[in-house]
């Protein structure tokens, strides 16, 4: 599958596609339904140079610590980073859209995540 951007202006176009920019190079797929109780994972893996750093979003605000909500991260050489994202255990709460953003001083790269949660009735 091939991407084709086009933007405005010369100097975004620098900005974006700059060779050592921060791109995800692999993610999670884009639509997860999970069962209340159980944990969510998203993965995330991107590279550059400078290596980037990986931040999470849930509905356009960060994510930050609490104590459902874990974040593992594994350098790879230098310009490369894999981040894995885990809640556990899920509530009603936890639906909805979750981003990984990469970033380094070049670019920045979004891969969006879209979760709801099922009930199982018996």
């Known amino acids: 599958m ?3 951007i086009r933007h405005r202006n010369p100097a975004s176009a620098h900005y974006y596609e700059h060779k050592d920019g ?3 190079i692999k993610a999670s797929h884009f639509e997860l339904d999970y069962m209340l109780g159980r944990k ?3 993965f995330c893996m991107a590279q550059g140079l400078p290596r980037p750093e990986i931040t999470w979003f849930k509905d356009g605000i960060e994510l930050y610590a609490h104590k459902f909500f874990q974040v593992h991260e594994w350098p790879i050489g230098n310009d490369t980073l894999k981040s894995k994202m885990e809640i556990d255990p899920t509530t009603q709460k936890d ?3 979750y981003e990984c953003q990469a970033n380094n001083k070049y670019a ?3 891969r969006g995540f879209r979760t709801d949660y099922v009930m199982i009735t018996y």
């Open 2 to 4: 091939t991407i084709i």
């Open 22 to 24: 921060a791109r995800i």
């Open 40 to 42: 969510i994972t998203f």
């Open 95 to 97: 639906a909805g859209y």
């Open 108 to 110: 920045i790269d979004i």
